[in-house]
């Protein structure tokens, strides 16, 4: 199985807003084709770079970096289509973006991940994403399912299932 990584060219972009629509879906969200154009429009404007994930010839998914600062050297958004998971298609698209953001001079490549997104820490750790840059942390009045907490620096932290 090969694996290839190309930038985004708008002859794809039917095929492209069903998969922005079926990756915010596994973000428990509801969004409309409008909702996925404006991704679209905001994810290949200046500061971001929209790449389509190629098996053999065939694409199955995207990632989406982009700039906090001084380059674009965020992983921002990574989607494999459901039919292509469980086939490291994942692994080999994100070791292809680290390969290419070395090339373009960066040593770092940054990501966010929520903590109830086990499959996405594991896979994220295996891949060598283990430095701790940052925490986001919120206070809301919602009432959340606790998963667990975490102790950083003596600080206890608790940490939850995303809203449903």
């Known amino acids: ?5 190309k930038l985004y060219t708008n002859e794809y972009e039917k095929e492209l807003i069903a998969d922005i629509i079926a990756f915010w879906k596994t973000h428990n ?8 154009l404006e991704d679209l429009k905001h ?3 200046v500061g971001h770079l929209l790449f389509l994930i190629y ?3 065939l694409m199955c998914g995207f990632v989406h970096l982009g700039s906090r600062g001084s380059g674009i050297d965020w992983l921002e958004d990574i989607f494999v289509r459901e039919e292509y998971r469980g086939q490291g298609i994942g692994s080999q698209a994100i070791e292809w973006i680290w390969e290419y953001i070395r090339k373009q001079g960066f040593e770092t490549l940054y990501l966010e ?7 996405a820490l594991r896979l994220y750790h295996k891949l060598g994403f283990t430095n ?7 206070r809301s009045i919602k009432k959340k399912e606790v998963m667990g907490e975490e102790t950083i620096q003596g600080f206890t932290f608790k940490t939850y299932r995303p809203n449903k």
């Open 1 to 5: 199985m090969e694996v290839n990584l």
């Open 29 to 36: 969200c509801e969004p409309t084709e409008g909702d996925a």
């Open 43 to 45: 994810w290949t404007s």
């Open 55 to 57: 098996v053999d010839g």
């Open 113 to 119: 991940v929520v903590p109830a997104n086990i499959e």
């Open 132 to 138: 701790l840059n940052t925490l986001t942390l919120n």
